[in-house]
């Protein structure tokens, strides 16, 4: 029915309100993606030089060895996990935020929560690296505490991966369940409480539920680019942090071999598809 | 069912008191109204009884139970808020059956539950539908029916109609009525609505800047209203300012009104005394015959507005303008201009100190 307006009008007096948005987005992402579309499939780079021809050679690369495979499957948990940790913390903040506080402490927390947003990427990584290491903020501040000695170095490890990719991201969750929360109405639980919930039977039976796209659509935004992730893997982790995402980022700035990592993107690109796609009828039911 | 006892509750946001040692009995079973102008508390009182807010000082007492630190969940109340509150997310008959499910009931117990309550509110047959696919009055009707399933021993109702449009706020009032007595609950209705609150309830209270001042049955209120606050509030009333003397007023031009002997204020004192349009008779001058016993002005025809069934007169008299009702019954009519006089009993006339 809302789109019987539409087609009876033609898409015609939209074009001029859509034509920026599709120019850009075919700019900016279609033709560099469709060029590396066409590397993926070369030898050699054309600008290198060298004789080039057409080969699935980049493709076939990926199941040759248990490597990438391996590799890829270690992002997707981490991937997981990020999003697992980030629901979890971003959800409770969120909740906070939009029926808790109020004025002016609201907007103070507000702007904490997004300041992540604002800070550069790479200042963030080492700050944490500050925190992490032995001898470091954590370390120190807890052995200032705690009556026994404890070694904390946390510094290239599988946890310090999470951390700082959960630190990176929880501000998606934060914005998007701030605000599908914000619309559900204070009355709507006064009401749930007064038929006798308890506050956790209202959580789970009427706030989880309305919040569910926020928590949906933030653990998308999370997702995806955690499986492909490599600043935070590379610097955090160290030795043990090589996941699919930095092994591309080698293939691109180190061993400079950019068909093979054109094509490991893209199979990177239809797993994640393939993924979102299987999950959707799922994740729709719980909308 | 139960009484709710409501003792000597105050609370304050900061330095405004918008409860102050508020004392009402709402009585087991009855429909009590609690009416006032915008801001007078009545929002806040109710929503003590609920448990969604708790007092600062003062006791909230259900059925013998002392509640005031008790959470909403465990207080066993209905409620039925303004804007309806219906889950969007759940079907009719699931938000319906919310209550009894949270309880932890029977699958068919609620199924049956669930049904007898669609029934009551005449909504039988649409217990599949969403929220959304309903009209304003049903939505109100699943509101009542999702608040009553429980079995609750109050019913809390802040302002349910006032979303509705006239005619079917009518329809929803004779009908939330039936369906009170029918399940003989005690209700606790908000309202800033004089005619809803009349016709309604059996006990009103008048709240005002978060003091009650004044309660009793409609008649009683409208009849003898406390202060000229509840008179004017309450109905339309003349209000003729004076000074107390015996057992009546004297205006400023001289004349004394005779009062129904109430508690009187002292004499010499500054006070006025309150008449219902519709307690006033109103003659031509020529035919007026003077009878001790009434009260009398004369005056003169300002304004004369045709209504129908009743006129409304507005006479300049005693330096003032009275307003007064009159049904028409084929008597002569009047028109501007005309000299009149005003008759009324002294059993219509309340006194009060200003
Ligand atoms: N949460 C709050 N914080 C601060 N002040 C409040 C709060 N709730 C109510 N008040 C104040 O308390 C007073 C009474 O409010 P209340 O909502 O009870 O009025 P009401 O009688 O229900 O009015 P209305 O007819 O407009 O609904 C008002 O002056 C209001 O501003
Ligand atoms: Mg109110």
Redesign the pocket.
């Known amino acids: 029915m809302a789109t019987g307006g539409a087609s009876r009008r033609g898409i015609g007096p939209a074009l001029p309100l859509l034509a920026p948005a599709y120019l850009w987005l075919t700019v900016a992402i279609f033709l560099p993606l469709s060029a590396m579309a066409f590397f993926s499939f070369m030898t050699e780079l054309p600008m290198s030089g060298k004789d080039w021809s057409f080969t699935l050679e980049n493709y076939a690369a990926f199941f040759s060895g248990a490597l990438y495979p391996t590799l890829l499957w270690a992002s997707l948990r981490l991937g997981l996990e990020v999003t697992f940790w980030c629901l979890l913390i971003g959800f409770p903040a969120a909740y906070v935020l939009a029926k808790v506080l109020k004025g002016r402490v609201r907007e103070a927390i507000f702007l904490l929560v997004i300041l992540p947003f604002w800070s550069n990427g790479l200042v963030r990584i080492f700050s944490w690296a500050m925190v992490l290491r032995e001898g470091g903020i954590l370390d120190t501040a807890l052995n200032a505490v705690l009556p026994f000695k404890v070694n904390i170095d946390l510094m290239y490890s599988y946890p310090a991966v999470i951390i700082g990719l959960v630190h990176s991201y929880v501000p998606y969750v934060v914005l998007t369940c701030y605000l599908t929360l914000q619309a559900i109405d204070d009355s709507l639980i006064e009401a749930a409480r007064s038929l006798g919930a308890s506050r956790l039977q209202t959580l789970r039976r009427l706030i989880l539920p309305l919040a569910m796209p926020g928590l949906i659509a933030g653990g998308v935004l999370i997702f995806v680019p955690v499986v492909g992730s490599f600043m935070e893997p590379r610097i955090l982790g160290g030795r043990t942090g090589t996941f699919y995402g930095t092994v591309i980022e080698d293939q691109f700035v180190a061993v400079f071999n950019w068909p093979l990592g054109a094509a490991l993107s893209f199979i990177l690109l239809a797993v994640v598809l393939v993924i979102l796609a299987v999950a959707a009828p799922v994740l729709r039911r719980a909308q | 069912m139960a009484d709710v006892r409501v003792e000597k509750v105050t ?1 304050s ?2 330095a ?1 008191k ?2 102050d040692e508020v004392s009402i009995v709402f009585p087991d079973g009855g429909f009590y109204a ?1 009416l ?12 003590m009884i609920a448990g969604f ?1 708790y007092p600062d000082s003062g006791s909230i007492v259900i059925d013998g139970d002392s509640v005031e630190r008790v959470p909403v969940d465990k207080r066993r109340i209905g409620m039925v808020f303004q804007n309806y509150a219906l889950f969007p997310n759940m079907s009719v008959a699931d938000n319906v059956a919310f209550g009894l499910s949270v309880r932890g009931e029977a699958k068919a117990t609620i199924a049956v539950e669930v049904q007898r309550a669609l029934d009551l509110v005449q909504l039988g047959k649409l217990g599949e539908r969403r929220p959304h696919q309903l009209s304003g009055g049903q939505r109100q009707r699943v509101a009542l029916a999702r608040a009553i399933v429980t079995r609750p021993r109050v019913l809390l109702l ?2 349910p109609l006032s979303a509705l449009d006239k005619a079917l706020r009518v329809d929803m009032q004779v009908e939330l009525k039936r369906i009170q007595r029918e399940i003989g609950i005690t209700t606790i209705f ?1 309202t ?1 609505d004089q005619e809803e609150a009349l016709t309604m309830s059996d006990r009103i209270g008048i ?1 005002r800047d ?1 003091r009650l001042v004044q309660e009793g049955s409609p008649e009683e209120i409208y009849d003898s209203p406390a202060s000229e606050f509840a008179a004017t509030f309450l109905g339309d009333a003349n209000i003729l300012p004076g000074t107390a003397e015996g057992n009546g007023l004297r205006l400023a031009d001289g004349t004394l009104v005779a009062a129904r002997s109430t508690v009187l204020p002292a004499q010499g004192r500054a006070a006025s005394c309150a008449v219902r349009p519709e307690r006033i008779a109103i003659l031509p001058a020529a035919v007026a015959m003077l009878d001790g016993k009434e009260n009398s002005l004369a005056g003169c025809v300002a304004k004369r507005i045709f209504a129908g069934s009743v006129s409304t007169y507005f006479v300049d008299c005693a330096g003032q303008t009275v307003k007064v009702l009159v049904q028409n019954a084929g008597q002569p009519r009047l028109g501007e201009g005309d000299d009149v006089v005003l008759r009324w009993s002294p059993e219509s006339t309340v006194l009060f100190a200003s």
């Open positions: 609370r946001f900061g405004h918008a409860l609690l006032g102008p915008s801001g007078s508390g009545k929002t806040t009182l109710l929503r807010d802040d302002e908000v800033h709240l978060g």
